[in-house]
Structure formats: C-alpha cells, structure tokens
C-alpha cells in the first residue's frame, strides 16, 4: 500500500489539497463553513490552520 504525500511533502490525509484529490466533498464542506484561514499556495479557505499546507489567517 502506498502511503500518499500532500504536496507540501507531509504525510496527511486532512490538508485541503489531499482532500480535494481523493473527493472528499463532505469533509470540505464541514471544515469550510466558517473560514478563517487560507492558503498561501493554492488560496484554499479552511476553518483551521491545520486544515492547508501554507496556512495565513484571512484578513477581516
């Protein structure tokens, strides 16, 4: 079994990017309904930090 690395090169199952790669609609769903988060890589928008590979808090 390989064991799947996000693009950042940590081996996560719950960064944004891996999320979205292996179609997890339900869990982005629940973990983007209140923002306060994005990427600095790809721009995604998570609730938590530890939800994005290059995390930076989403200015008000």
């Known amino acids: 079994m390989t064991t799947a690395t996000c693009r950042c090169g940590a081996i996560t199952h ?3 990017c891996m999320l979205r790669s292996n179609g ?8 983007t309904t209140d923002p ?3 990427c ?8 938590c930090a530890e ?3 290059e995390p ?5």
Not at 24 to 31: F, P
Not at 40 to 47: K, M, P, Q, V, Y
Not at 56 to 60: K, M, Q
């Open 51 to 53: 939800n994005l590979c």
């Open 14 to 16: 719950s960064h944004m």
């Open 24 to 31: 997890k609609t339900e869990e982005i769903a629940r973990i």
């Open 40 to 47: 600095f890589t790809c721009g995604a928008e998570a609730n």
């Open 56 to 60: 930076a808090p989403i200015e008000a």
């Open 36 to 38: 306060k988060f994005y």
